[in-house]
């Protein structure tokens, strides 16, 4: 049973940095893509970033430049490094994997970030 366990989310001051890590277990994440998702109060949950296993990386528009998602396969973990935070970036971050060639996306339990002053 694949399991995503999310650590690091708090309170965080604009313009300060926070990092977030995801340990995945159950199955072998070499087969999976990986990232960060999150939702803010009264919206939809989106796209922060994502990776391969091969450390292929993909941003959302809104963190490009500011937030490093990294990768280590041989430990099942992924990481995000948020910098120059913005108020916007208030939401819980959850932990995303999907094995390659599945329609099945498994989420962990979501930590809560949130930005302010």
């Known amino acids: 049973q694949v399991q995503l366990v999310e650590s690091g989310g708090g309170l965080v001051q604009p313009g300060g940095s926070l990092r977030l890590s995801c340990e995945a277990s159950?199955?072998?994440?070499?087969?999976?893509?990986m990232g960060w998702y999150r939702q803010a109060p009264g919206k939809q949950r989106e796209l922060v970033t994502t990776i391969t296993s091969g450390s292929s990386t993909n941003y959302a528009d809104s963190v490009k430049g500011r937030f490093t998602i990294s990768r280590d396969n041989a430990k099942n973990a992924v990481a995000l490094e948020m910098n120059s935070v913005k108020s916007e970036d208030t939401a819980v971050y959850y932990c995303?994997?999907?094995?390659?060639?599945?329609?099945?996306?498994?989420w962990g339990q979501g930590t809560q970030v949130t930005v302010s002053s």
């Open positions: 159950g199955d072998t994440f070499s087969f999976y893509i």
């Open positions: 995303y994997a999907q094995r390659y060639l599945s329609s099945r996306p498994y």
